[in-house]
């Protein structure tokens, strides 16, 4: 399905990252894992074989670096970016009355700065390519408004209207780019989430119990094919009929 195709990832190091590393690999990509975590990034990356570059995406310059090392590796040209690094543990369960301004700014410049700052590094890349695809992680807690987690919510909406402008601005270019909100995963990050939410996803998805993170990485890989151009600025809901979009 991605014979060939040149892919930056970013978040690969562990939890879905990781998962979506594995299936782009398996579907014959290309693909650079970059992380902020260069031990976990290294070790998730030597296990497909492929090349891990350090990045935090909190920093201009540092993704600056890391796009200059991609356009080296790639020849100039970049057919997908996947946004999937995120801070998305260690701040739920907090009221919007109690969050502080450092989390907030935090969530804000990570999640959302940083999505835009990794789209605007690789924009030339993508256009090179002639068939540039840029797949955006959002969260279906963004569509449902999930309570004590609003900086995380907040971001996550913005990644999805993000999406829809960046189409417009992107697609004379032959350059599409969607999002895809999953619903809870069994991945680490969701440990700490309380065992009522779990059980709240788990029995009232149209297709009852837990989700993995390879269910919903065929999606994704999908979205990074020639195939995929139609689907531009849409955001895909992929939690088993959790909710609709
Ligand atoms: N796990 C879920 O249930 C779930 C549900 C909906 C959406 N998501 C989204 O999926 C994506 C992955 O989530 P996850 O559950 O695997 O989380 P995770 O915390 O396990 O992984 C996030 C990855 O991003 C990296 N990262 C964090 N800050 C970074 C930075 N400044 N620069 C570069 N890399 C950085 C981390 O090192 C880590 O490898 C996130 O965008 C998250 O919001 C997850």
Redesign the pocket.
């Known amino acids: 399905m991605l014979n060939n195709r040149s892919i930056l990832l970013?978040?690969?190091?562990?939890?879905?990252?990781a998962e979506i590393a594995k299936c782009l690999f398996e579907h014959g990509a290309k693909i650079i894992i970059?992380?902020?975590?260069a031990e976990?990034?290294r070790r998730t990356a030597n296990k497909l074989g492929v090349q891990f570059l350090h990045?935090?995406?909190?920093d201009p310059n540092s993704i600056e670096a890391l796009l200059k090392d991609v356009a080296k590796t790639f020849d100039g040209k970049l057919d997908g970016l996947v946004n999937?690094?995120?801070?998305?543990?260690g701040i739920g369960g907090v009221s919007f009355e109690e969050i502080d301004l450092n989390t907030w700014d935090k969530v804000m410049r990570?999640?959302v700065r940083?999505t835009w700052l990794m789209t605007r590094a690789a924009a030339p890349l993508l256009r090179a390519s002639g068939s540039g695809r840029v797949v955006n992680?959002?969260?279906?807690?963004a569509i449902w408004g999930a309570p004590l987690l609003l900086s995380?919510v907040a971001s996550?909406g913005a990644i999805i209207s993000m999406t829809k402008s960046l189409a417009q601005e992107f697609g004379s270019d032959q350059v599409g780019i969607t999002a895809v909100?999953?619903?809870?995963?069994t991945?680490?990050?969701?440990n700490d989430v309380s065992a009522t939410r779990h059980s709240f996803y788990n029995e009232n998805r149209a297709v009852p119990g837990p989700q993995a993170?390879e269910d919903i990485t065929e999606t994704i890989s999908f979205l990074l094919t020639k195939g995929a151009l139609t689907l531009t600025g849409q955001l895909l809901t992929v939690n088993n009929g959790f909710v609709f979009s």
Not at 10 to 16: D, I, N, Q
Not at 187 to 190: A, C, E, P
């Open positions: 970013t978040g690969g190091a562990r939890g879905l990252g970059a992380d902020i975590d976990e990034g990045v935090d995406i909190e999937n690094a995120a801070i998305a543990t990570v999640n940083g992680i959002a969260s279906d807690t995380y996550k909100a999953p619903g809870i995963l991945t680490d990050s969701t993170p």
